[in-house]
């Protein structure tokens, strides 16, 4: 079964550096999704990705963040200066269609944890 | 501001009991309303409903939708050591693409 996977499953950083994290959707799905998990909080919607442009973004994601698909396969999150409360779980999300009236079923990476020093 | 609540927060149950597992919404433009099982690290799909009064099922798991009270129910019957996860609520609006506001999500603990 198709499924999406994401790279590093945990990343390690010192506070100021920039961090990619990276995904790869299913391969037939056109839309795209980041969300970030704190430890202990609830599921936060940063970002969708449509057609190589943001759909909708999150408060969270501010002029740090940037989205990026820089082949037919990758999805790319990249935070430039990271915080400390940046540490949270980064999962990456497809789905195949977004007819009118109608959502189509995300599904989830396993996740990138990403610990700011 | 959108607002979506789980309840309870966490439950225990014994194997072979039944849950109900609760989550309201305030939003505006409501398109669906999403349930995911989380166990160690991603949140994986249950459901999806858009109308009221329609039971999705699937095996031990139910839930219904009542647009009119704004509230969603997720039923699991004969509970197993393997439903032992956080259930996450989601809603999506008409007018945010893909953007989903999550609730805390309930955790459920069943002891054999």
């Known amino acids: 079964e198709p499924e999406v996977t994401q790279t590093p499953s945990h990343q390690v950083t010192q506070m100021g550096q920039e961090v990619i994290l990276r995904c790869v959707p299913i391969?037939?799905?056109?839309?795209f999704y980041w969300y970030r998990q704190i430890l202990g909080q609830k599921v936060e919607f940063l970002v969708s990705f449509y057609n190589n442009e943001i759909s909708e973004k999150s408060e969270i994601f501010d002029d740090q963040f940037s989205v990026e698909r820089p082949d037919g396969s990758n999805f790319t999150l990249k935070i430039r200066s990271t915080k400390l409360e940046d540490s949270a779980m980064y999962f990456c999300?497809?789905?195949?269609?977004?007819?009118?009236?109608?959502?189509?079923?995300?599904?989830f990476g396993p996740g990138t944890r990403l610990t700011v020093l | 501001e959108d607002k979506v609540v789980q309840s309870p927060l966490s439950l225990v149950v014994h194997e072979g009991d039944t849950v109900t597992l609760n989550c309201s919404y305030e939003v505006t433009n409501f398109r669906s309303l999403l349930w995911y099982k989380q166990e160690k690290k991603a949140p994986t799909f249950l459901f999806m409903l858009?109308?009221?009064?329609i039971e999705k099922k699937s095996g031990r798991l139910s839930s219904i939708l009542d647009k009119k009270e704004l509230f969603s129910i997720l039923n699991i019957t004969a509970t197993q050591t393997g439903d032992s996860a956080v259930y996450l609520c989601?809603?999506?609006?008409?007018?945010?693409?893909?953007?989903?506001?999550f609730g805390d999500g309930t955790t459920l603990t069943v002891k054999p």
């Open positions: 858009t109308s009221s009064g």
């Open positions: 391969s037939n799905h056109l839309y």
């Open positions: 989601a809603v999506e609006l008409i007018t945010n693409a893909g953007k989903s506001t």
């Open positions: 999300a497809s789905s195949h269609t977004r007819l009118a009236g109608r959502t189509d079923t995300q599904y």
